[in-house]
């Protein structure tokens, strides 16, 4: 009870204060002002607070940017808590004295965070370096009561959260709640560690540390140490002989990696978290708070691409509500132009002007004026973009983030054999009926464009024999599952087979010169001989397809 007096009493001054800051007509010009009384305010509150601090830096739809941009730092500039408590909370949990384990540990912490904090230390049976993550004392229960606070006072909310979001103000809050216990436990973060490892063991550009799980447990986390430079120091990469650029399309293509292929997203990648390696590898630390995303997420993620790259607004519009930024039934009209000036007046400047904060900052203020939710995974995968991306523009000012993503998705697509994607790709390829050569022929030159700059990437060149057997180099462009996709879907799909007879006769002229093009863009990345083999082989299963399909159509006929 307290606790909530406590709580109340400070929200509520400084509530008052914005309200006689909007009655006398001055709420602009002190802004900037307020903003750092919030940070401050939230970091007195103690970890709960800052927490969903960093939290609403991330959350256009329920704050407005400009305080987003100072709850920024509290992501990095937190306090720490004395080492004596961090050591005595190590030893109960290893059940045995430091100097059993480490032969030395570091008498400052390397980096402090709202749940806990990190020292280096060495251990004794082998030499290893570690960084050993140690939990704040007494969070636990805290937290818990925190939580308890918070959903009660949410749901005095629930009407101005259904109005401006179109949901209850205690889903949010438990959204919250779920990812920050998740943060709580240590022994859920070392398996989110293996799992990282897992999905990046045969990539040598991207380096993951090791997890010692015989000295973890729910407070205290050993995991190798990361012997790296920070991402913000553009100075030390450079004198270390990082080639940037091979770094950056490293970094992106890791990120959508884990967006699209894994559906495993680490969500707070800032600059903390990140590190350039001296061989050219990006390196990533604490998986305390990851995004999981499902099969159909990441599907109407690619569909949203889909979407916009065909100029579809109201089915984006749509893809918005299958993703949860909307509620089931909500009328998307009045979203549809918004969405349309959004992406035109961005993606109209070009690749080169192209950049996801001009992009976000618009959105921000779309998703502050509709009733438009952004669920806690989204938001963390929004975040880590944008801090991705912030990443890049320190190293490189005139960085372009889509240069590399474009080439990645567009290899994807024309190489990735899950067939969500195949039909991802149809879609792409035919817009109004009508087969889109020119985009093709961009596809592919996007898509060698990715498989040229990873091959010669630096970070490639690993003295690591086991590593190089298992890593599969992509010297080329391999369509040969596309291919047989293709060749699949023309001798089986009647609707397919007719919209690209209908492609090759388009305006009663045979577009032999378009088909041309196109084989000489990829008569170099592709072993026709091979192929034919591979078609040939598939041809059975053809025949077979295309029987059953026959058949079905006689007997539906009948």
């Not at 601090?53 to 808590?81: H, K, T, W």
Request: glycine content about 6%; overall charge negative; hydrophobic content about 45%.
């Amino acid at each position: 009870m307290l606790r909530g007096v406590e709580i109340v009493w400070n929200l509520g001054l400084y509530w008052s204060n914005l309200v006689y800051d909007f009655l006398v007509g001055r709420d602009e010009e002190v802004v900037p002002y307020r903003a750092r009384q919030l940070r401050n305010l939230l970091c007195d509150l103690g970890p709960s607070f800052i927490k969903a601090g960093q939290v609403l830096a991330n959350r256009p739809d329920i704050i407005r940017e400009d305080y987003m941009n100072e709850l920024c730092i509290l992501q990095d500039d937190v306090p720490s808590f004395p080492n004596q408590i961090a050591f005595r909370i190590i030893e109960e949990d290893l059940g045995q004295p430091l100097e059993a384990v480490f032969s030395k540990i570091s008498s400052e912490t390397i980096a402090a965070a709202s749940l806990g904090q990190v020292y280096r230390a060495t251990l004794r049976a082998t030499g290893e370096d570690v960084a050993i993550k140690v939990q704040r004392p007494g969070i636990e229960p805290i937290i818990y009561r925190d939580l308890f606070l918070f959903r009660t006072l949410a749901s005095f909310l629930n009407g101005i959260s259904m109005q401006k979001l179109g949901c209850n103000a205690e889903l949010i809050v438990d959204e919250f709640g779920e990812k920050l216990l998740e943060e709580l436990d240590y022994t859920l973060e070392a398996r989110n560690l293996e799992d990282f490892l897992e999905n990046f063991k045969n990539d040598p550009t991207v380096k993951i540390p090791r997890v010692y799980k015989q000295f973890s447990g729910p407070r205290v986390l050993v995991m190798e140490w990361i012997d790296g430079i920070r991402c913000t120091n553009p100075q030390a990469i450079k004198e270390a002989g990082i080639d940037v650029d091979g770094f950056l399309t490293i970094g992106v293509s890791a990120a959508l990696r884990q967006l699209l292929e894994f559906g495993l997203f680490h969500g707070d990648p800032h600059p903390g978290n990140i590190f350039a390696m001296r061989d050219g590898r990006i390196a990533y630390v604490d998986f305390g708070n990851v995004a999981v995303l499902s099969q159909q997420n990441k599907q109407i993620l690619i569909d949203a691409v889909v979407h916009a790259v065909n100029e579809d607004y109201a089915e984006m519009a749509n893809d918005f509500t299958r993703l949860g930024f909307l509620s089931p039934g909500t009328d998307v009209t009045p979203i549809i132009p918004a969405l349309e000036a959004i992406w035109q007046n961005s993606a109209g400047k070009g690749l080169s002007d192209f950049n996801f904060r001009s992009v976000t900052g618009k959105f921000n203020q779309l998703v502050y004026n509709y009733p438009i939710r952004i669920p806690e995974r989204f938001s963390l995968v929004i975040r880590s973009l944008l801090t991705q991306e912030g990443i890049c523009f320190t190293l490189k000012p005139d960085f372009k983030f889509l240069e590399v993503a474009y080439p990645y998705v567009a290899k994807r697509l024309l190489t990735d054999p899950n067939p969500a994607l195949r039909e991802r790709l149809i879609q792409v390829l035919f817009k109004d009926g009508l087969f889109q050569w020119k985009r093709l022929e961009n596809l592919i030159v996007l898509a060698k464009e990715n498989v040229a700059k990873m091959s010669n990437n630096p970070a490639l060149k690993v003295k690591d024999t086991q590593i190089q057997r298992d890593w599969k180099f992509e010297r080329k462009l391999d369509l040969t599952d596309t291919i047989k996709d293709g060749a699949r879907l023309f001798f089986v799909d009647e609707g397919i087979r007719r919209q690209l007879l209908l492609a090759l006769t388009e305006d009663s002229k045979l577009h032999i010169e378009e088909l041309v093009d196109v084989y000489r863009l990829v008569e170099d990345q592709i072993d026709i001989p091979s192929v034919a083999v591979e078609v040939a082989r598939d041809l059975p299963t053809v025949v077979r397809d295309l029987l059953l399909s026959w058949s079905e159509s006689i007997l539906s006929d009948r």
